[in-house]
């Protein structure tokens, strides 16, 4: 099983009362009885742990799952949404070299930021980052339609 760090602070902040009383189970077992018998209470409370803690690991990880890929669908969603509105607002694009070498390309709501011949852009939506992006096709046209404004 491969659980990442968010996944044991989430896991530890539903179930931090179970913890506690297991941990509290142990100290009183490992101080008070003084026999064999000890040993094998010590590891009933763990196994215990093990096993709830498994289960509910196994449940966060298909929730974390579940959230990873509305994550991803969304991101999908405006990444859509941002092509469109280049395709849209290609016409209104501006143009602009910057001093440094870089240029930037502005619609309405998109926003590419660049380096003259690099073959990758840093694209905003709607004021919104939404990382590197190859230039394709669509980038392409709406960096040509911008100079040619």
């Not at 968010?6 to 539903?14: A, G, L, P, T, V």
Request: avoid cysteine; charged fraction near 25%.
């Amino acid at each position: 099983m491969n659980y990442d760090m968010d996944m044991w602070i989430s896991f530890i902040k539903e179930n931090w009362l179970f913890l506690i009383i297991a941990l509290l189970a142990l100290f009183i077992v490992v101080r008070v009885v003084k026999t064999v018998i000890k040993w094998a209470l010590v590891a009933i409370i763990v196994i215990v742990v093990i096993v709830y803690s498994g289960y509910n690991l196994g449940d966060l990880k298909s929730q974390w799952d579940e959230i990873a890929a509305v994550g991803s669908q969304v991101a999908d969603n405006v990444k859509q949404e941002a092509l469109q509105a280049m395709v849209g607002e290609a016409d209104d694009a501006l143009y602009k070299t910057n001093e440094d070498g870089t240029y930037t390309v502005t619609t309405k709501n998109v926003e590419l930021k660049g380096k003259a011949g690099e073959n990758e852009v840093n694209v905003y939506y709607r004021n919104a980052p939404l990382g590197k992006w190859k230039i394709d096709e669509t980038l392409k046209m709406l960096i040509e339609k911008s100079k040619a404004n």
